[in-house]
């Protein structure tokens, strides 16, 4: 089988492509990124050689380019997207141009190659938020997108069935809870407090640390697209879920691994429409056959002994761009 996986250089894309090419070692996979600040050449560095493999800089948005690497394609795993919600609040359009148009570019081009199948990666950010005691997310949550990142993501899921619906594209949907793991960015959350404690620095807690989110393994998300390709229903979206966790809890996991104390804490204020809790009921995707395999004490320990020993991976990063937190807690106006 030969995939398209869009994104590719990014923390998710990359981890998935890794897995594939490990456990299905006659596939080929041809990698479509656009290589922004969060697309890195670095992060497959260990498989670029592979003659599996073949990689296209490209932007989604671009039809010639997306033409090209359509080419004898029979799968698409759609990963390429904007995704820093701080980064959102400050330039909403491009998050618009990526995921919604970079999408339909890509829906189109699918169309015309009669692909086998389509699958688009997606967030539970789609649904909004929930209170405490709210009952999760499943696959027949409304959608209530409260940040232009989440809006744009809605936007290219509603795009997604409307080819299926209107065109009989052959689809599939995950909406997933937050990754973490290898190769993440450490412009996100724990990646960003990993090494900011690995370099002596103090990380930036917003407001009191009480939101709470789902924490997936990366590999365990990979391992669920999997599932979906293999045994999935066309037309349908399976939600993928994880570990709740509060945002101190996973601070105070991080200082524990790192045997350092709150003192390490900095609670800063909290961004504009934060949402609460993301929580999702995953019980469809196991019907297939599907559980996360790694536990979130286990996979974050994993997490930090990498970044331990990939200085030379995430450093050259940090030096790369300014930080967006302050620009992302102004109010408009």
Not at 195 to 219: A, C, F, H, S
Not at 268 to 287: N, P, Q, T, W
Request: with cysteine; hydrophobic share 35%; charged share 25%.
């Amino acid at each position: 089988m030969k995939l398209l996986i869009t994104g590719g250089c990014g923390f998710i894309g990359s981890n998935f492509i890794r897995y594939w090419l490990k456990n299905h070692q006659g596939d080929k996979i041809i990698n479509l990124d656009k290589l922004t600040y969060a697309g890195h050449l670095s992060s497959t560095q260990d498989f670029q050689a592979s003659l599996n493999y073949e990689f296209i800089q490209g932007d989604i948005t671009d039809p010639e380019v997306v033409e090209k690497a359509m080419d004898g394609i029979e799968t698409v795993v759609h990963f390429a997207a904007e995704s820093h919600v701080d980064r959102s609040v400050i330039d909403p359009l491009l998050f618009i141009k990526t995921n919604v148009l970079g999408t339909g570019v890509l829906l189109d081009a699918a169309l015309k190659h009669k692909i086998s199948r389509f699958h688009h990666v997606s967030t539970d950010e789609i649904f909004g938020h929930l209170e405490a005691d709210d009952p999760k997310f499943n696959e027949g949550t409304p959608y209530k997108p409260r940040t232009p990142y989440s809006a744009s993501k809605a936007g290219s899921d509603h795009l997604v069935r409307a080819y299926f619906e209107t065109y009989q594209l052959p689809i599939t949907i995950t909406n997933c809870a937050n990754n973490y793991g290898p190769y993440h960015d450490p412009e996100k959350l724990i990646p960003r407090f990993i090494t900011n404690l690995l370099n002596g620095q103090k990380v930036p807690l917003m407001g009191e640390g009480e939101n709470i989110r789902e924490w997936l393994y990366v590999d365990d998300h990979a391992r669920a697209i999997e599932k979906v390709l293999e045994k999935g229903e066309i037309g349908e979206t399976y939600c993928v879920g994880a570990e709740e966790k509060t945002n101190k809890e996973v601070t105070q996991n991080i200082l524990k691994i790192l045997g350092m104390s709150e003192e390490m804490v900095e609670y800063v204020e909290d961004r504009l429409g934060h949402d609460f809790r993301y929580a999702i009921d995953d019980s469809k995707i196991r019907k297939l056959g599907w559980v996360p395999e790694v536990s979130f004490e286990e996979g974050l320990k994993q997490t930090v002994e990498w970044y331990k020993n990939n200085r030379s991976w995430w450093e050259p990063l940090l030096n790369d761009r300014p930080s967006v937190d302050r620009e992302a807690q102004k109010p408009y106006g």
